[in-house]
């Protein structure tokens, strides 16, 4: 078994389920003790600022600032670089926790031993 997972979600409210698995994927593998890095690229960079969760709603899904939450409890949050860059977010802007790194940082992770990366 992996000893970290590396997730970058790429989706955001314009792809609702691909979204919530991947929050959901790492909420569960915090709770089970793996370490987790949570990449948010795309349209899911929106959730790096305060509230923004909140507004996101999936039928029969776990609410995302609950899963957001633990992520931030127990694992790393990161919002992409260039992806902030292009919705002006600086990290003046997110929520505490949230660190804004780029692409050399996110290879990093995931090529590291030990480590299963997933792509939502």
Do not use: N
């Amino acid at each position: 078994m992996a000893k970290k997972l590396v997730i970058k979600v790429t989706a955001g409210a314009d792809a609702p389920e691909r979204c919530s698995q991947a929050f959901t994927v790492a909420a569960v593998a915090v709770a089970s003790g793996v370490e987790v890095s949570l990449w948010l690229t795309g349209e899911s960079a929106w959730f790096a600022l305060p509230g923004r969760a909140a507004g996101f709603e999936l039928p029969h899904a776990a609410p995302l600032p609950d899963l957001l939450d633990s992520v931030l409890a127990g694992g790393r949050l990161t919002l992409c670089t260039q992806c902030a860059a292009r919705r002006d977010i600086t990290e003046k802007d997110v929520i505490e926790g949230v660190r804004i790194a780029g692409a050399q940082v996110f290879v990093q992770e995931a090529v590291a031993d030990g480590t299963q990366a997933l792509v939502y």
